[in-house]
């Protein structure tokens, strides 16, 4: 029996490795990129990582099924959670954070691969 196949699935590397790579190169290396990347890719990537984690974990220590995936209205309202969280609340509070209306569409893109890709039975 392999252990955590989440991780192993070729989507869940890529969104990890895109998301890697965009912060060093945000914060160590500075290569000039398009503005579509730098400003989206983030949040492009952040949903089939963190979706991918909380399946991990459901099926790890909650339900105990490697048959288990997250219901669609638990993708809806990880959806709306982190874009009201980051688009919404925390702008008003920090100075580096701006509600971007594009980032939402970004994260509704990321959450229906991880849909579409990952969130099937193992």
């Not at 399946?55 to 638990?74: G, N």
């Not at 874009?83 to 509704?108: N, Q």
Request: glycine share 4%.
């Amino acid at each position: 029996m392999k252990r955590w196949p989440e991780f192993r699935h070729p989507l869940f590397l890529v969104a990890v490795f895109l998301y890697v790579g965009y912060l060093a190169n945000r914060y160590l290396v500075h290569w000039p990129m398009p503005t579509l990347l730098t400003s989206y890719l983030g949040d492009l990537a952040a949903m089939p990582v963190m979706l991918s984690l909380a399946l991990a974990a459901q099926r790890r220590f909650v339900v105990r099924s490697r048959a288990f995936v997250l219901p669609d209205t638990w993708l809806i309202a990880a959806w709306l959670y982190v874009s009201l969280w980051f688009e919404g609340i925390l702008p008003y509070f920090s100075a580096r954070a701006v509600a971007d209306p594009f980032d939402v569409v970004a994260y509704a893109v990321g959450t229906g691969l991880f849909r579409y890709w990952l969130n099937r039975p193992v």
